[in-house]
């Protein structure tokens, strides 16, 4: 069965960086879209980063320039690097999937393969 596992989360002062990681089960990750997404309380699940099984990426306007997704297929698992990260960046980060052509087609639509989620929390 298709499983996703964040970790990496935890508390960080404004401009500090983190390292999710998002390790992948039942599937090898290398051949499918990988999306992040993350919610802060009372808020909506917004997408915030996506790569393509070959390698494209894209960001939301909101982290473009601070945040880089990539991927380790040996080991079946993506990141996401945050940087420069801003107490607006404080939320529960996800990480999905919904098989091939996802970010290029499909970007933002919930994706039906979920993690559990990681704290991300900055403070000013």
């Known amino acids: 069965q298709v499983q996703l596992v964040e970790s990496g989360g935890g508390l960080v002062q404004s401009g500090g960086s983190l390292r999710l990681s998002c390790a992948a089960s039942g599937f090898t990750s290398a051949n499918y879209d990988i999306a992040w997404f993350r919610q802060a309380p009372g808020g909506a699940r917004e997408g915030v980063a996506c790569?393509?099984?070959?390698?494209?990426?894209y960001y939301a306007d909101f982290v473009e320039g601070r945040f880089a997704t990539s991927r380790d297929n040996a080991r079946n698992t993506v990141y996401l690097q945050m940087s420069s990260l801003k107490s607006e960046d404080t939320a529960i980060y996800y990480c999905?999937?919904?098989?091939?052509?996802?970010?290029?087609?499909?970007?933002?639509?919930?994706?039906?393969?979920w993690g559990q989620g990681t704290q991300v929390t900055v403070s000013a």
């Open positions: 999905a999937t919904d098989g091939s052509y996802y970010c290029s087609r499909d970007r933002w639509n919930l994706p039906n393969y």
């Open positions: 790569e393509s099984y070959n390698g494209r990426t």
